[in-house]
């Protein structure tokens, strides 16, 4: 039996598992049985799509020669995606040590512990965005009528977010804390090309943009605000990016509830795409919340390339 840890800013966690050595199963074959999310592609070696990097745990080494089984197609592969070198070419054809990189449908799982560590692509997460009762209950109600009243909406959502979270950056930058005060210009980013986005529709449709008063809200506030409201330098970008998902989570809900509830076909469809929009915004804070969880994780362990 071999110990199998798959590790990587995809999962919130590692996760180990039980292979049989000598039954000739891939590491993607294992991953696969075991539902871990690693790319893969052709599953012939000639993708590179499922490129890993191989820990090998047991061995006085990290890149051990125990059953390396290099095929030329997948020195290959490696070769063109720029994750062999030559010395490591040299040292596979020579010296039979395993390089760094292996392609996980092509190298073959052995009597020996290892870890296996990947990227993954963290703009398609394995799940929708989660869906929470407090949809309903944020939008109060509201029930719209007219693409100029549902515009009317999305543009104050947007600006109230763009400068809420530019403030937030100016804020952190302001006390030092340079890298959520990052984190919170993207942010604003969105909400500002959001508006954008709102505002020439509008245009496009000839409507006139009529902004929602305040208490409209409940409790006065718009569905993306955080619950952050001053600079604080002890702030982590973990803090922050919990913070900063809530908001983005309600600005999802918000909109797929106005086009459940709306009986007009052109609002349904407009919230809609609002809504995809802001579920790639939702999934890149997801994403992100991962990889930081990884990365406090694993403080010893040097970055994924």
């Not at 993708?47 to 090998?56: F, L």
């Not at 000839?206 to 569905?223: G, L, R, S």
């Not at 409201?229 to 900063?244: F, G, H, T």
Request: contains cysteine.
């Amino acid at each position: 039996m071999a110990n199998v840890t798959f590790s990587s800013p995809r999962m919130a966690k590692d996760i180990t598992v039980y292979a049989v050595a000598g039954d000739r199963g891939t590491v993607l074959a294992v991953a696969k049985q075991h539902k871990i999310p690693i790319p893969f592609d052709c599953q012939d070696g000639n993708c590179g799509s499922c490129v890993v990097e191989v820990v090998h745990l047991n061995a006085p080494t990290k890149y051990s020669k125990y059953g390396i089984a290099l095929t030329e197609e997948e020195k290959e592969t490696l070769r063109q995606i720029g994750k062999i070198s030559k010395d490591e070419v040299y040292e596979a054809e020579v010296n039979d040590m395993a390089p760094r990189h292996r392609l996980a449908c092509q190298c073959f799982v052995r009597n020996e512990d290892i870890l296996v560590r990947f990227e993954g692509d963290e703009t398609l997460p394995a799940q929708a965005p989660h869906i929470t009762h407090a949809a309903q209950i944020f939008k109060g109600g509201i029930r719209i009528a007219s693409v100029d009243e549902f515009l009317g909406y999305a543009v104050k959502i947007e600006e109230d977010a763009a400068a809420h979270f530019y403030g937030l950056a100016e804020d952190m930058k302001a006390c030092g804390n340079d890298d959520v005060a990052k984190l919170f210009y993207q942010l604003a980013g969105f909400s500002r090309q959001h508006l954008k986005e709102a505002k020439e529709r509008a245009t496009a449709l000839d409507a006139e943009v009529v902004v929602p008063p305040a208490y409209v809200w409940p409790d006065q506030v718009t569905p993306e605000r955080t619950s952050l409201m001053a600079a604080d330098p002890s702030l982590s970008r973990l803090d922050a990016l919990n913070a900063a998902i809530l908001g983005e989570r309600r600005g999802y809900e918000f909109y797929l509830a106005l086009a459940g509830t709306t009986h007009n076909a052109e609002v349904t469809a407009l919230a809609k795409a609002f809504a995809r929009e802001e579920k790639e915004h939702l999934e890149i804070l997801e994403a992100s919340i991962t990889r930081e969880r990884w990365t406090l994780a694993h403080p010893d362990m040097p970055a994924l390339d």
